[in-house]
């Protein structure tokens, strides 16, 4: 079980809105300089920011698992297929999850607890704080350019799209791709 810290000191963004969604407000937000990372995510938005695809990153080897929401991406929508996005990946794979302060985490307890896995706010306005993910994201966006409506992919595409990005090989990873260093992560577990 997730043990949930109470009141942290966090500043978190007062009255302020991406695409007219209020950001996340929680005082019991785990801070960032807290963390044992392993996931990063965030969510790609398309045109006037209707429409978006939750991006989830296993940091240590890039691997990218695309969240497709077609309920919109509310709170409950993305706790939601967050929850049966990370579902995918081994237990000993899911230690944390980092996000930005957007109110599409307003469920963070709830997916904290439903995947025993704690969930970390960057800062705000500091999206280095997820660069694995941010740097995914520009990658995506050869797939998904920006204005660009986000609902019209299907989870059939983004696993492709996915795929695509899983088997590319990586500088960062020795010219290995992402899907190779999980492959040996999984296999050192067993």
Not at 87 to 111: I, K, V
Request: proline residues 6%; contains cysteine; aromatic residues 6%.
């Amino acid at each position: 079980m997730i043990e949930i810290l109470e009141p942290l000191e966090l500043t978190p963004f007062q009255n302020t809105s991406v695409a007219g969604v209020r950001t996340a407000t929680d005082t019991a937000m785990l801070a960032i300089g807290s963390r044992t990372e392993r996931a990063q995510a965030n969510l790609n938005f398309g045109r006037s920011s209707k429409s978006a695809i939750g991006t989830l990153v296993e940091r240590p080897t890039r691997y990218v698992m695309l969240v497709h929401l077609p309920n919109g991406h509310g709170a409950v929508a993305m706790r939601d297929g967050l929850t049966a996005t990370i579902g995918r990946l081994p237990a000993h794979l899911r230690r944390s999850l980092t996000w930005d302060q957007g109110g599409e985490m307003g469920e963070h307890r709830a997916f904290a607890t439903a995947t025993d896995m704690p969930v970390y706010f960057c800062d705000p306005a500091s999206p280095w704080q997820r660069g694995s993910n941010e740097n995914t994201n520009g990658l995506l966006r050869q797939y998904f350019p920006k204005g660009t409506d986000q609902s019209i992919h299907g989870p059939v595409e983004l696993e492709r799209v996915a795929h695509e990005l899983n088997t590319r090989p990586r500088k960062t990873l020795d010219c290995g791709t992402p899907a190779e260093r999980l492959d040996e992560l999984v296999d050192s577990a067993a």
